[in-house]
């Protein structure tokens, strides 16, 4: 059997990000899990927004997080010799009094001085704007390219051994005396396991207790005879990628099966066509399953009656921006003893939902 110091579950971006930290970090460790249809990861714009909701509110701890993701992807190019990100304007489109009142308000705050600026008329070649209308910009807009880096990781870990690509059998999972785990009795993990399966913790045994949502979201991928370099923000979102066009971000709470739909296919052509000047060509559409908490934060640490048995997971649509500190922050706990954020330990769900077996 292979002894390992951390058995990993997962191979989105927070079981690469974690994989490629812990092994940065000297740890030795096992990777299982395939990439199944509706991964998240593999359909991600990784357009990191700091202001969001109706009331254009700054993501949770953001400034504490874009130190931590602006660090750790400058790490993952260096290392991999490849560029993953880039930054553009995003131009957010205020319908109406109510919205343009509160973009107003946020302009007033000093926090959010570096975010909330107008624009007027128009400002694009190519979307569609009312030239009469003040809509809202967020200037420099950080966008990662999620599937390249998650590639760029699975990559190494396979060219390393590290990655099984197999489906993970949580009854072929035994625990040892003295924290270690065994897995199909092949893999010793001494210091742990960590589930970092998005969706799929739904199917999981042991954190299928934790309240949590999951957000369905499509997205088309076409070509237009227009560039443009600006992210358009309205009822959906619209993308310049390196060669075409990403368009989604609306999500469904009430299907989460992780196949396309007809009618969602439907409303995002009409979306394009309506909001641009020019003819488009469809590459691809495709869906992704995030998983997010009841009370929108992320979920980490350890398993109520299991200490060895951690979870990273409950990013929802901020994983761009979240796995980065998340990672950084179990890792410390994992290898230097730190204690887990209380604001997003899974513990935090304990006293009403967990059901000792």
């Not at 990439?35 to 202001?51: D, E, F, K, L, Q």
């Not at 007033?108 to 569609?128: I, M, P, Q, W």
């Not at 003893?337 to 997003?344: M, R, S, Y």
Request: hydrophobic residues 35%; neutral net charge; charged residues 25%.
């Amino acid at each position: 059997m292979t002894k390992v110091d951390f058995l990993i579950v997962g191979q989105g971006l927070a079981g690469c990000l974690l994989s490629w930290e812990l092994k940065r970090r000297g740890s030795s460790i096992r990777m299982i899990g395939i990439n199944r249809p509706g991964t998240a990861s593999r359909v991600s714009s990784g357009v990191i927004n700091p202001i969001t909701g109706r009331r254009y509110v700054k993501g949770w701890r953001f400034e504490e997080l874009k130190k931590v993701y602006t660090e750790f992807y400058s790490l993952l190019e260096s290392h991999y010799n490849r560029t993953f990100s880039n930054t553009r304007d995003m131009l957010v489109i205020l319908n109406g009094p109510g919205d343009e009142n509160s973009w107003l308000l946020r302009q007033h705050d000093e926090a959010y001085f570096n975010y909330c600026h107008n624009v007027k008329g128009t400002v694009s070649d190519l979307y569609r704007m009312d030239e009469n209308a003040i809509n809202g910009l967020i200037p420099g807009i950080t966008q990662i390219d999620i599937p390249a880096v998650v590639d760029c990781v699975i990559h190494e870990m396979k060219e390393g051994g590290v990655l099984h690509e197999e489906e993970f059998y949580y009854e072929k999972l035994y625990f040892k005396s003295h924290g270690e785990f065994i897995y199909d009795e092949k893999i010793v993990a001494t210091k742990g396991i960590v589930f970092c399966e998005g969706f799929g913790v739904i199917n999981n045994p042991y954190f299928n207790w934790i309240p949590h949502a999951l957000l369905k979201g499509e997205r088309l991928l076409f070509e237009a005879t227009s560039r443009e370099n600006k992210i358009l923000n309205a009822s959906y979102a619209v993308v310049p990628m390196k060669n075409y066009f990403w368009l989604g971000s609306n999500y469904d709470k009430q299907d989460s099966e992780p196949v396309i739909t007809d009618m969602e296919r439907k409303n995002q052509l009409d979306f394009a066509k309506e909001a641009f000047r020019t003819e488009i060509n469809v590459l691809d559409h495709d869906v992704g399953i995030r998983l997010a908490s009841r009370d929108r934060r992320p979920i980490l640490g350890s398993h109520p009656a299991n200490p060895e048995m951690y979870i990273l997971n409950g990013f929802g649509t901020k994983g761009a921006s979240m796995v980065p500190y998340c990672v950084r922050h179990l890792s410390d706990h994992l290898t230097k003893g730190h204690n887990i954020l209380p604001e997003a330990d899974v513990k935090r769900f304990v006293k009403n939902f967990y059901r000792p077996l």
